[in-house]
């Protein structure tokens, strides 16, 4: 069965950091772009960055460019998100997501089950 | 940078259709994919390509664009497919993904 599996949510103070890691399963992780998404609580869905199957090309949203880094490990199989300086803003429910290639461009076709990133002092 | 609106909410009776819309300035050439995202849950996708349904999805989904609107439509609605709905295009001028706000679909 495919699967993402995310982890290293939890509570930090403003301008704390965390790092989330996804674990994939059942596919051949090196062979998909990924991105994380993230959900403010009682909000839509927010793309926060993404990394080619190679990881030599990134992106970031504005609202995270600078604080935020993505990076993969296609050896170990895992997906990371580095988040430093978090605000409030910042507190969601992340998940880790697979894009497959549609026609014109990407959808995504796999979905963790989120771990939520709570910022507060 | 590009936007998609969606309105925030649509009720439905059981059996009925509802139809679940998208709007974005020329949205009819670009590829939009529609999320269901059932409570506490992660979105699934539902249809992609605009009306292409992934394995699984039933066949009562099904997917229209053109002009400024795309369009979500749920046939013989059932208690199951009270959720939160979100469109998905790519912004070409300015490479990254954009969401709609989501539309809850409440079935009465």
């Known amino acids: 069965e495919e699967q993402l599996v995310e982890s290293g949510g939890g509570l930090v103070h403003p301008g704390g950091s965390l790092r989330l890691a996804c674990d994939p399963s059942?596919?051949?992780?090196?062979?998909?772009?990924m991105y994380w998404v993230r959900q403010a609580p009682g909000k839509g869905l927010e793309w926060v960055s993404s990394?080619?199957?190679?990881?030599?090309?990134?992106s970031y949203a504005d609202s995270v460019e600078g604080r935020f880094t993505i990076s993969r490990d296609n050896a170990k199989n895992s997906l990371y998100l580095q988040m430093n300086t978090l605000g409030v803003e910042d507190t969601a429910i992340y998940y880790c997501?697979?894009?497959?290639?549609?026609?014109?461009?990407?959808?995504?076709?796999?979905w963790g089950r989120g771990t939520l990133v709570t910022v507060s002092s | 940078s590009y936007a998609l609106t969606q309105a925030p909410s649509v009720s439905v009776a059981p059996g009925q259709t509802a139809r679940i819309t998208c709007g974005g300035i020329?949205?009819?050439?670009?590829?939009v994919h529609w999320y269901q995202q059932r409570p506490g849950q992660a979105p699934v996708v539902v249809v992609y390509?605009?009306?292409d349904r992934p394995s699984g999805i039933p066949e009562r989904f099904s997917g229209s664009n053109s002009g400024n609107t795309a369009a979500l439509t749920i046939s013989r609605v059932e208690a199951g497919d009270e959720a939160d709905y979100y469109c998905?295009?790519?912004?070409?001028?300015?490479?990254?993904?954009?969401f709609g706000g989501g539309t809850k679909l409440t079935v009465l």
């Open positions: 997501v697979r894009a497959k290639s549609g026609d014109l461009d990407y959808y995504f076709d796999l």
């Open positions: 059942g596919f051949i992780f090196s062979r998909y772009t």
């Open positions: 990394i080619i199957e190679s990881g030599r090309t990134v």
């Open positions: 020329n949205i009819g050439g670009k590829s």
């Open positions: 390509d605009d009306s």
């Open positions: 998905q295009v790519w912004d070409s001028n300015n490479p990254r993904v954009v």
